[in-house]
């Protein structure tokens, strides 16, 4: 299977309502020729809509979709060259291993020895070579989704679609294919779209993520920029823990609960703001450890202790009432009594990890 056959995707103002609802909201968005780009979004937000229309299943309203330079829009599906793993992977249950991973060839025309030698090269890529004579119900959830995986390969597409390849699998297996995938896209090279609603699985995975919410983009980025930085209270709170804290930015300062803060970016104009604060990032000081350099000081008292097994998530209080999640990692049994409520706490939060928002959760 060839490398550096993979083509760009363009979409630019792609709309598809159904009634009332807009599935689609003027998306526009570029993937790059051997890309890994996830969709990644709450149930509903138009992430199989998105796959179906590159697919070809779904005609959108309006706008245009290009796979290199060619328009797509009116090209019918089995023309797009496009290969396609879903969540269930319809498998045809009564036929061998091989004659399913067979089957886009046939409806291509290629047959016999032609046909064995690439069943077997795309077998042997999702480490399923042997395996062709074996019935399909032979085989476990995760060799049939691997089998599903061939089957979309065997025509060495340009353009790989996938949805939720993997939700039906459990968490071990789950994760395990996570890192095949991965593997197999850099090998390959193809241009993947990649749909998920599980967020850990898109950080893992992607080069870029596209987070949807309501047919719209809300944010394209990298995993790591996607994170540290969101774009928007939805998606800070759809990846990862948050606390949001209204705050006022008052002559050019930004204080919270009486202490004045330094944040990531310059302060915008004076105004309410809020507040982002990732639990993971605020961390506990020693009795005597000063901040350092780069870091917020804060003042706090423990409210309440969660032990959750490798960390420990506490309720913090500020002077000011303002309550806080910290996760910290969890202290054996012998130091139990450091969880008392009413300790006083003093918390070092990074400067880049101090991240302001609207005050209605769009960016600041
Ligand atoms: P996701 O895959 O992110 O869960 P979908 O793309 O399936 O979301 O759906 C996006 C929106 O479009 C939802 O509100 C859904 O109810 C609606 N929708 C999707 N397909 C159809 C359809 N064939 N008929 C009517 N509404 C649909
Ligand atoms: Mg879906």
New binding site residues.
């Given amino acids: 299977m060839a490398r550096n056959s993979s083509l760009p995707i363009t979409i630019a103002q792609v709309t598809k309502t159904?009634?009332k609802?807009f599935?689609l909201d003027h998306v526009d968005l570029n993937i790059q020729s051997g890309e890994f780009l996830t969709l990644l979004?709450?149930?509903?937000?138009?992430?199989?809509?998105?796959l179906t229309v590159l697919a070809g299943f779904t005609r959108p309203d309006g706008g245009s979709l290009k796979f290199g330079d060619t328009e797509m829009i009116t090209v019918p599906p089995h023309k797009r060259d496009v290969g396609m793993v879903f969540q269930n992977y319809a498998l045809f249950p009564h036929m061998s291993v091989a004659a399913n991973v067979a089957f886009p060839l046939k409806l291509r025309g290629v047959v016999g020895a032609e046909s064995a030698r690439r069943v077997e090269r795309a077998l042997e890529m999702v480490r399923l070579g042997g395996y062709g004579a074996r019935g399909v119900d032979q085989l476990s959830g995760g060799q049939r989704q691997r089998v599903a995986l061939a089957r979309a390969m065997v025509f060495e597409p340009r353009i790989m679609l996938m949805d939720e390849p993997l939700s039906a699998l459990d968490k071990q297996l789950r994760e395990h294919m996570q890192i095949e995938l991965r593997q197999l896209h850099e090998q390959l090279g193809m241009t993947t779209v990649y749909?998920t609603h599980d967020q850990r699985e898109a950080l893992t995975m992607s080069d870029r993520i596209a987070v949807?919410q309501g047919?719209r983009i809300m944010q394209l980025d990298t995993p790591r920029a996607i994170y540290e930085r969101p774009a928007n209270r939805f998606v800070a709170e759809f990846i990862g823990e948050s606390t949001f804290v209204p705050v006022t930015v008052a002559a050019g300062r930004l204080t919270l609960a009486g202490q004045a803060l330094q944040t990531a970016d310059p302060l915008p104009a004076d105004g309410a703001r809020l507040l982002m604060l990732r639990p993971e990032r605020l961390r506990v000081l020693g009795a005597t450890e000063e901040p350092g350099t780069g870091f917020n000081l804060l003042q706090a008292t423990l409210v309440h202790t969660v032990y959750q097994g490798d960390s420990s998530l506490l309720q913090v209080a500020l002077a000011d009432g303002t309550r806080l999640q910290v996760r910290s990692a969890s202290i054996g049994l012998a130091a139990a009594a450091q969880a008392e409520p009413g300790r006083p706490l003093r918390l070092a939060l990074a400067v880049h990890d101090t991240v302001l928002l609207a005050a209605d959760g769009a960016a600041a």
Wanted: net charge positive; hydrophobic share 30%.
């Fill in positions: 159904y009634g609802v599935a979004g709450p149930s509903g937000s138009g992430k199989t809509t998105l749909v949807i047919g």
